[in-house]
């Protein structure tokens, strides 16, 4: 579904991204692992255009996302998790919902999404009419999440959406996640939580200072000694 | 003592709070443009005072020289108003969006002068009156009110309203709102936030119109007419902490009854000075205006 290739990316002089490829398949959940400033979050901000692309290529479906204005990448069914979500504070959650299905083909569908967004998180309703700024930062995560989805997406990206959240909440980000997987829907995920997220997505991708480490399943991921050594601390 | 509480019960005094409610219509009309312009964009645009005078030509011009009726004299002042607004931002602040603050200020001064500068060599510098008068209410017997002031803040407050209503119920409100609490990630809400400025900045061209519509009901057209206007309509966004609708608009109110109270007791221009001197006071007391958020 999503297929980059040979990604450069990087702020001004500095360079960020060095040759990656990822893939992400149909109905997968895949994860993007790796240490603070490995360069995940611009892998992420590359993909949804918030950020140019130097050389390579990003395909979705058949589209080149690098060639596409970034306000029309969502339309190619990309809808991207904010890191530190993001959400409109001083906006009610329901605005913040709206703005999900801003554009103009998802606008039909608003009522249709809403209800879904609503009954996969039912804490939302009950908050509608709250500023999101005002909620706790798990309601908030949900709030972010129930705002991409808004756009009906075929691929959900998520940037470390368990970050700054109290242990219990973090557990519940990630059943949430496994709950999203579960309606079909693929994902590509960061996530600083190693041992965690690799419990969760099908294969995960490691990349440290920029470049493209190892690849493979979780369970091979998991089985191997140097993840154990550099990430989960066995 | 005595004269002063005699004065201030008096029948003219409440002549004056309402004549003060009407001009307060009217300002809160002018800031609401500004601010929406102010709170999306985060520039502020000094010439603002002069895409109303511009709208004001041309509604007098349309009207008065070639004889064209009142109304779609106005409609054609409103529209031509929002594509000044649109052209000031597609030529100029389009260009500035990412300079610093103080280039942007400098570049719509510039227009200030060049607004002003083309209004001469076409019109010249004499007082045009349109010479509407549509009379006075009678409330009683004492107390008398424009129509043309009650019928403009009749408008105002309908459009501030639609506005209102505008900003807080469709997709394009929300945007406007949600774009000046996270530029960066509209984008990903499919926003295209170049377009957004550009019809912003025609909104905000349109209300200066509308402004001018019902200015030119009450004030000679001059080149300089900005100049009344301009400073009040920004001090009052300052007043109501800038990009602040419903701050500006209470400051509105506030403003006027200060100015038209201070004319009750002294000469108008002593109205002014206080009003002035109220809003100097209040940048030492809370410079961050009367109705900012907590940041």
């Known amino acids: 579904m999503l297929n980059v290739s040979g990604l450069n990316a990087g702020y001004g002089s500095f360079q960020a991204l060095f040759n990656i490829s990822i893939k992400v398949n149909a109905g997968e959940a895949v994860a993007v692992i790796g240490p603070n400033g490995a360069g995940k979050t611009t892998l992420m901000r590359a993909i949804s255009g918030l950020m140019p692309v130097k050389s390579g290529n990003i395909d979705m479906e058949g589209t080149e996302v690098t060639k596409t204005p970034p306000h029309d990448i969502v339309k190619l069914g990309i809808a991207h998790v904010p890191e530190h979500r993001r959400l409109f504070p001083r906006m009610s959650v329901e605005d913040n919902l709206r703005m999900g299905s801003y554009a103009p083909q998802f606008r039909a569908n608003f009522n249709k999404r809403l209800e879904f967004v609503y009954s996969l998180f039912p804490r939302m309703q009950e908050r509608r009419n709250q500023l999101a700024g005002t909620m706790s930062g798990g309601e908030q995560q949900m709030c972010a999440i129930g705002r991409a989805l808004m756009s009906d997406p075929k691929i959900l990206l998520m940037d470390e959406p368990s970050a700054g959240l109290a242990p219990v909440i973090v557990q519940q980000v990630f059943d949430l996640i496994k709950k999203i997987k579960n309606e079909g829907l693929t994902v590509l995920i960061v996530e600083q939580n190693v041992k965690q997220v690799l419990k969760v997505v099908d294969r995960a991708y490691i990349i440290e200072a920029g470049s493209l480490k190892m690849g493979g399943t979780s369970s091979e991921l998991l089985g191997s000694s140097e993840v154990q050594k550099a990430y989960l601390g066995m | ?295």
Not at chain 2, 147 to 162: D, E, M, N
Not at chain 2, 179 to 189: A, G, P, W
Not at chain 2, 224 to 248: D, E, K, R, Y
Request: net charge negative; glycine share 12%; proline share 2%.
């Open chain 2, 1 to 295: 003592m005595a004269e002063f509480l005699d004065s201030l019960f008096s029948i003219f005094f409440i002549e004056t709070l309402m004549n003060g409610l009407l001009l307060g219509g009217i300002l809160a009309l002018l800031s609401v443009g500004l601010n929406l312009i102010f709170g999306v964009i985060d520039v502020v645009w000094i010439c603002y005072a002069e895409i109303i005078m511009v709208g004001m030509y041309l509604i007098f011009y349309l009207n008065n020289d070639l004889g064209i009726h009142i109304i779609p004299s106005m409609i054609a002042g409103i529209l031509f108003s929002g594509l000044v607004g649109w052209l000031t931002h597609k030529l100029v602040i389009a260009k500035l969006i990412d300079a610093a603050p103080i280039n942007q200020l400098i570049a719509t001064g510039g227009l200030l002068f060049f607004f002003q500068g083309a209004a001469m060599i076409v019109f010249g510098i004499e007082f045009r009156n349109m010479g509407v008068s549509l009379g006075s209410l009678a409330v009683n017997e004492d107390i008398y009110l424009s129509w043309t002031r009650l019928i403009s803040f009749a408008i105002s407050g309908l459009i501030v309203v639609a506005l209102y209503l505008f900003l807080s119920r469709s997709y394009l409100g929300a945007a406007i709102r949600a774009i000046s609490q996270d530029k960066e990630i509209m984008s990903l809400m499919g926003v295209d936030t170049k377009k957004l400025y550009l019809l912003t900045s025609a909104i905000g061209g349109a209300l200066a119109g509308l402004g001018g519509c019902l200015l030119v009901l009450q004030y000679d057209v001059h080149p300089f007419i900005g100049l009344s206007f301009g400073p009040i309509t920004f001090i009052i966004c300052v007043m109501g902490g800038l990009g602040n609708m419903v701050g500006g608009f209470i400051a509105a109110f506030i403003f006027s009854e200060l100015i038209t109270i201070g004319g009750y007791f002294a000469e108008i221009e002593w109205g002014y000075v206080l009003a002035f001197v109220f809003f100097i006071i209040m940048m030492f007391v809370r410079p961050e205006g009367l109705f900012a958020r907590k940041s």
